[in-house]
């Protein structure tokens, strides 16, 4: 085993768990989960903590707001107590706003249904980053956000190690050229990766006992 793979050994074991089954998601290429995907990268682009986007999602869901239609029809005072039960306060009426918009989009470009998303990009990662910019409030970073945790089930994003996680790599020790720090991992495992570097990324103490442990 080289330095660089007990490492991601112990980065995995450590913070391997992605944001969406942090938040409860069980991905799967169809509409619902991937619905939930774009909420998290919606409530995860902004300037707050991951967790409480995580904890966001989970609050929205056992809300009864998992899909698009629950969503545009709930009302916003709904959609704002459920922010703030998870305690997702700082920015939650803007939120609550761009989460009824951008499911009136959805519903009203792809039948609410992000596969269609992904057929008009015609198999192009670029383009399937560019159309979900076009959601409010996303953003490059959150279609970057989403493309993490969309690449276990859309392998054309892959890698999708970007911003965070390659911040995290540096902080490792690791390769930070996407297509090396990839080759690091099975490609189902992507997802995971990116998301234990983005934690590293993000928590240096994380990156230090890692290191430490490794």
């Given at each position: 085993m080289?330095?660089?793979d007990a ?16 938040a409860?998601i069980?991905l ?5 989960p ?9 409530l995860q ?14 609050e929205?869901v056992?809300a009864g707001?998992g ?10 005072q709904e ?11 700082r ?28 057929a ?8 399937i ?12 970073t ?24 390659l911040?995290?790599a540096k902080?490792?020790g ?20 990116a998301a234990?570097l ?14 430490a442990?490794?």
């Open positions: 080289t330095d660089h490492t991601v050994a112990a980065l995995l074991d450590r913070a391997g768990t992605t944001y969406a089954a942090e409860g069980t799967k290429d169809t509409p619902a991937l619905y939930r995907v774009l909420v998290l990268g919606t682009a902004t300037r707050v903590q991951a967790s409480l986007a995580v904890a966001a999602v989970r929205l056992d707001m899909t698009p239609e629950k969503m545009r029809d709930a009302s916003w959609r704002v107590d459920a922010l703030d039960r998870a305690h997702y306060t920015v939650d009426e803007q939120t609550a706003t761009a989460l009824g918009e951008g499911a009136r989009q959805l519903l009203d470009d792809y039948d609410g249904d992000l596969r269609n998303l992904r008009r990009a015609d198999g192009d990662p670029g383009r980053r560019d159309l979900f910019t076009e959601f409010p409030r996303l953003g490059p959150g279609a970057s956000i989403i493309a993490r945790e969309l690449q276990g089930v859309w392998p054309e994003l892959r890698p999708a190690l970007d911003g965070k996680a911040d995290g902080r490792l690791l390769p930070t050229d996407r297509d090396e720090l990839a080759g690091l991992v099975d490609g189902d495992r992507l997802t995971e990766f234990a983005t934690r590293a990324g993000l928590d240096k103490k994380l990156a230090e006992e890692v290191t442990g490794s």
